[in-house]
């Protein structure tokens, strides 16, 4: 039952993911990333965190994507035209396009190599197999063990968004 | 087939089938209310006293046509109302409405009254509520109108505002009852201070209650918030464009999220199915002493419900810049506060 769910829930997650860069529509692209949130959510719960799928759904597949739909509702694309000018024939012409080719294919082949190499099925820690992450073992380690990493994040993201702002406000004189 | 789990199944559909119900009782109640506010009789012909009257209007809305927009996207303008009506269903799912029961002895175990108990109960509804506003948004895009956009839009900015402040206010709770579990949070609110308060956390958490209804309201886009579908400025707001069965289905949704917000505050901050008197009859009866529980749960709820539409037929509308200034200056520092307090409280005094 398990295996099931999780080879449907991860065929949905790779193809929403491929659809979200195919498309030409904005909208369509952020509603196929929510598809993909939710299936990795769904992918969470079966490997025992509840909680984690959870704060998934609510703070990706909820808040922030919320925010790309804002977006592109407000300025409204709606569909995404090949880029012309000057940069677009100095990226997009037949040359580029065949060395970014290479890249990608050296990217991927790498990549697969890596994984390959390196990522050996490591065993569960005794214990904690089928154990679901509880609320209070995430806080603590949270907040005890890892609570500087924590703090700093929290710091980072308030100087990103403080920068942001100074950034697109316009000084009104 | 096991007996329990044939239990649990009746549960689950009677659960939605007094979801769809709870919907129609809501637009007779709010027709009468409304009509008792300003003075007029409101609907009596059909039926006894107009209790026909949902009915009558759902004939109605089946049998008009189905209009689309020719320039709208017709795969997200039909999807938009389903969504909408899907989250608000399924965030009712992990909601308690009773004790565990046996069902007077019928069963060997006792079953959970409610579709799932989940143990981040609360965070399942947070997540799934979120996910309702992209129905109302996507409503709002793909009819391809200046108002449904402009509704949609608003309606984006308003639920990212105020879901803040929602949040923040379940986290008092959770910090009090210290589980995510509705049905552990009202198994906390059992009992009587002093002999005759309940212990609901109404009484030690008054402004999150505020808050948790302020921001409830503004979330299921209610009056004195029910900015998205402002009448005077937008038309009809995100389902302008809409008719039919697919804005019955927007209809639908609004007041099942009604009853959601309402029996969750009646889960975290009215005790639950926890009250006096009823425990005592049914004791008197020889049942289990919270088997009655679901009256008081009902009489809660329905007591909320009625709330809300008496503030909706009472207040005027706030404007755009008063919500939002409302929203980020005002709730959201009281939320902030209240939760600091309740912290440093849990913490000194050991709760």
């Known amino acids: ?173 | 087939m096991d007996r329990v789990l044939l239990a649990q199944f009746i549960v689950i559909g009677f659960t939605f089938f007094m979801l769809l119900n709870s919907a129609a009782i809501l637009v007779y109640m709010e027709r009468k209310v409304a009509a008792f506010v300003q003075q007029r009789y409101g609907p009596y012909l059909v039926g006894p006293k107009g209790l026909l009257q949902p009915l009558a209007d759902i004939i109605k809305l089946m049998f008009k046509e189905e209009l689309r927009p020719k320039a709208a996207d017709s795969l997200l303008f039909y999807l938009a109302p389903v969504l909408s009506a899907t989250a608000a269903f399924a965030a009712f799912a992990v909601v308690p409405f009773g004790a565990d029961t046996t069902l007077f002895g019928l069963l060997d175990r006792p079953i959970h009254l409610a579709a799932a108990d989940v143990n981040v109960g609360l965070l399942v509804i947070f997540a799934i509520t979120s996910m309702g506003v992209y129905g109302i948004v996507l409503a709002g895009w793909s009819s391809n109108s200046k108002y449904s956009l402009l509704g949609g839009l608003r309606s984006s900015a308003q639920m990212i505002s105020y879901e803040l402040s929602y949040g923040l206010s379940f986290a008092a709770v959770i910090m009090l009852a210290g589980s995510l579990s509705l049905h552990t949070i009202v198994d906390h609110q059992a009992g009587y201070w002093l002999g005759f308060i309940p212990k609901w956390y109404l009484f030690v958490q008054p402004l999150g209650f505020f808050i948790f209804l302020t921001a409830g309201v503004a979330e299921t886009n209610r009056a004195p918030f029910d900015f998205p579908e402002a009448e005077q400025e937008l038309v009809a707001g995100y389902h302008t464009e809409y008719s039919s069965m697919s804005f019955a289905l927007f209809f639908l949704a609004e007041y099942v999220n009604m009853v959601t917000v309402s029996a969750v505050a009646t889960d975290l901050f009215l005790g639950g199915w926890h009250g006096p008197f009823l425990p005592t009859i049914a004791r008197w009866l020889g049942w289990q002493a919270d088997s009655l529980g679901w009256i008081w749960f009902l009489a809660k709820v329905g007591f909320l419900l009625f709330f809300y539409i008496w503030m909706r037929w009472t207040l005027p509308r706030y404007r755009y810049d008063q919500l939002m200034e409302f929203g980020w200056k005002w709730l959201l520092p009281a939320s902030v506060l209240n939760l600091l307090v309740t912290a440093g409280v849990v913490i000194y005094m050991g709760w």
């Open chain 1, 1 to 173: 039952m398990d295996a099931v769910l999780f080879w449907i829930l991860a065929a949905v997650m790779v193809i929403a993911s491929l659809l979200v860069i195919g498309q030409r529509n904005p909208m369509y692209s952020v509603l196929l990333l929510i598809v993909s949130f939710g299936a990795l959510s769904g992918l969470y719960v079966l490997l025992g965190a509840p909680f984690v799928a959870a704060i998934q759904i609510i703070v990706y597949a909820g808040a922030i994507m919320v925010l790309f739909l804002f977006v592109v509702m407000l300025l409204n694309v709606p569909t995404e035209d090949p880029p012309t000018g000057y940069h677009a024939r100095l990226l997009g012409g037949a040359g580029p396009r065949r060395f970014g080719a290479v890249l990608a294919l050296v990217l991927a082949v790498e990549l697969f190599w890596a994984f390959w190499r390196y990522l050996q099925p490591a065993p569960m820690p005794a214990g904690s197999s089928r154990a679901s992450a509880t609320v209070l073992e995430i806080g603590t380690k949270l907040f005890k063990d890892y609570a500087f990493a924590f703090e700093a994040t929290s710091v980072l993201i308030l100087v990103a968004m403080v920068g942001s702002i100074v950034l697109a406000r316009r000084e009104t004189k």
